[in-house]
């Protein structure tokens, strides 16, 4: 064995990996990327068929799965479920990935309000309840990793994906305050804030879909994160640039040039 074979710092392998949004393309690669023998998988989802789906490519490489099929709008039930499945096995890794897209339809002067109620539970108020909660256990034992999955939206003002980028801003700040409050206790919080990745949700955008990343690259870079107790990921790497780009272009002007933007989309997948 090699000096640094010796020295190299083993890698994060989770006993208990509670994935939401599983029934989901990313959802998917990163539950198989975590399977293996020995290791217990809990898959939530809204797509009973796709989830099990997931959860037999998963045994097939030598897990246990359990699923759940619920909706993160009821936030009541999400926290209950948790609990639950946190006291049948503890938790070690949480990834939490469940969220909607939705943008302006078109003719309309706002998005409807159906879709910000949907944008705001989502992609905010179930992942930061869930994360709370998670924490929470991870911190007594002093262990734990915690992933949530943003998005590069949430750094640009979207007038066509305003409910979207907001959620993602919010989920943004959020992440990054409970790992400085983690950091002390052991427990790794890792916000991902990922480009275009060749899911469905992404596939509903008409148009072009630029440094589009597949799900296993993304579930790759992603666990390599996780493992490092890494506070921010985003890819691909030239999203950092167009970041900073954002806060030096002045609001006025970067707002008349997105309102140029012609974006559609079709119709959800359910």
Request: some cysteine; aromatic content about 4%; proline content about 4%.
């Amino acid at each position: 064995m090699s000096r640094s074979e010796r020295f190299a710092k083993p890698e994060f392998a989770p006993d208990h990996t509670l994935i939401t949004g599983a029934s989901g393309g990313l959802g998917r690669a990163l539950a198989l990327h975590y399977a293996r023998k020995g290791t217990h998988l809990t898959l939530w989802g809204r797509n009973a068929e796709r989830l099990e789906s997931v959860a037999v490519a998963c045994r097939e490489k030598g897990a246990t799965v359990s699923c759940r099929v619920l909706a993160l709008n009821d936030l009541d039930a999400g926290i209950a479920q948790f609990r639950k499945d946190e006291r049948g096995r503890p938790v070690d890794l949480a990834i939490l990935n469940a969220g909607v897209s939705d943008i302006r339809p078109e003719g309309a002067l706002t998005e409807s309000v159906d879709a910000v109620k949907e944008a705001a539970l989502i992609n905010y108020a179930a992942p930061v309840t869930l994360a709370t909660e998670a924490a929470s256990h991870m911190a007594a034992r002093r262990r734990g990793r915690i992933a949530l999955i943003g998005s590069v939206a949430a750094h640009h003002d979207l007038p066509f994906a305003s409910a979207y980028s907001s959620s993602k801003a919010g989920l943004s700040r959020f992440a990054t305050c409970l790992h400085a409050a983690m950091a002390p206790h052991g427990v790794g919080v890792t916000l991902v804030e990922p480009g275009y990745i060749d899911t469905a949700m992404s596939q509903r955008l008409d148009g072009a879909r630029p440094l589009l990343v597949s799900p296993t690259k993304a579930a790759s870079l992603i666990a390599a994160a996780v493992d490092r107790k890494r506070a921010v990921l985003v890819f691909p790497s030239v999203f950092l640039v167009l970041k900073l780009v954002s806060h030096l272009v002045p609001r006025a002007l970067a707002h008349r040039l997105l309102r140029m933007a012609k974006v559609k989309q079709n119709a959800k997948d359910v």
